[in-house]
């Protein structure tokens, strides 16, 4: 196997890989060109963030700025928003469904590393390249889902469709649909149901 089919894998892989590395490279290029760009370059900002993130449905705003590791490992589906500072270290696969809507400061994070220092540390190979054993898990986040502000998703996660997960939290471990869930470590509150609808919130209209 390659290191990127390592890397994809979720199997032990070396971040130094030339190849890996000409990517990363590539698209923290991509990124930092993206957010120096105003809106109202619209056909500019289209251009970089198609090359950035190919993998994205019709109607998909990323706002910006935006941090991504490789961005070629992410899919969108269709109609997604995110907004200031979103951050994805794709290292594995992010897969993101339809009408998914992320708040500021969201980051998805793929990367794992050991909990033994004596593995996690940095080694050094006989050229004098440093590089450590590093891994990743997969985030799945299914369709019409709001992330609201500064959650943070960590790898091996996946979200069903229709959930909320409340400001703040930082999600270790799967939500099921239609959950609202919220916290550190985040957890379901409850259900999301038909009660739920703004059309019984008279104080809104």
Request: glycine share 10%.
């Given at each position: ?81 995110a907004n ?35 593995e996690r ?39 069903g469709e ?44």
């Open positions: 196997m390659t290191e990127q089919e390592k890397m994809l894998a979720g199997k032990i892989y070396d971040c130094s890989d030339e190849t890996l590395g000409k990517l990363r490279l590539k698209a923290h290029k991509l990124s930092q060109h993206y957010n120096n760009v105003f809106e109202d370059e619209e056909e500019l900002r289209r251009s970089i963030i198609k090359e950035l993130v190919p993998n994205q449905g019709k109607g998909t705003y990323l706002q910006g700025p935006v941090y991504f590791d490789y961005g070629v490992f992410t899919t969108f589906g269709e109609k997604c928003y200031f500072n979103f951050t994805v270290l794709d290292t594995c696969p992010v897969t993101i469904g339809d009408n998914v809507y992320f708040g500021p400061n969201c980051t998805l994070a793929t990367p794992m590393h050991p909990f033994r220092w004596q540390n940095m080694k050094e190979k006989a050229d004098g390249t440093l590089y450590d054993d590093e891994y990743g898990k997969p985030i799945t986040i299914g369709s019409n889902c709001w992330i609201a502000s500064n959650v943070v998703i960590t790898g091996g996660v996946t979200i229709g959930c909320v997960i409340g400001a703040g939290s930082v999600v270790t471990k799967d939500i099921p649909a239609n959950s609202l869930a919220v916290g550190n470590p985040c957890r379901v509150i409850r259900e999301i149901t038909e009660e739920d609808s703004i059309q019984y919130k008279k104080e809104l209209f």
